[in-house]
């Protein structure tokens, strides 16, 4: 029974992680990723979770380590500058229950990089000060 329950509920959170890529337009569901690269190996990346009346951080995180993955070609890379949050999308079903939409950004050094440290860090430094 306990890995019945363990399924259903692991279901119900991959259900609300995103693999649409944000740069195409806009995904009706809410999720998606969205990467800019920095330099060579090295990326900005946000991530949403799809519209839930509840706030889904692992579906986040599914969703932006997707898009490290795929922006990095690999599993290889370090998480840095990490941000969590949720936010109310404003929608709201015939209920009244709001949806919210959870948002992780951060940055990702793929070890295939060929910057230094100190270059990571300052490409870093440029990219939050343009926000």
Not at 83 to 102: A, H, I, K, M, P
Request: proline fraction near 2%.
């Amino acid at each position: 029974m306990a890995k019945i329950f363990f399924f259903i509920l692991l279901s119900s959170l991959a259900a609300c992680a995103s693999k649409h890529d944000l740069s195409q337009g806009s995904n009706m569901l809410g999720g998606g990723f969205k990467q800019e690269e920095l330099g060579p190996g090295v990326f900005y990346l946000y991530a949403r979770s799809n519209h839930a009346p509840w706030a889904s951080y692992e579906a986040a995180r599914i969703t932006w380590r997707n898009g490290a993955e795929k922006a990095c070609g690999s599993a290889e890379y370090d998480e840095l500058s990490v941000r969590e949050s949720e936010r109310d999308t404003g929608l709201q079903n015939s209920s009244g229950v709001r949806y919210l939409v959870t948002e992780r950004t951060g940055f990702a050094k793929c070890d295939s990089t060929t910057l230094s440290n100190e270059e990571v860090n300052k490409a870093i430094a440029r990219h939050t000060s343009n926000r």
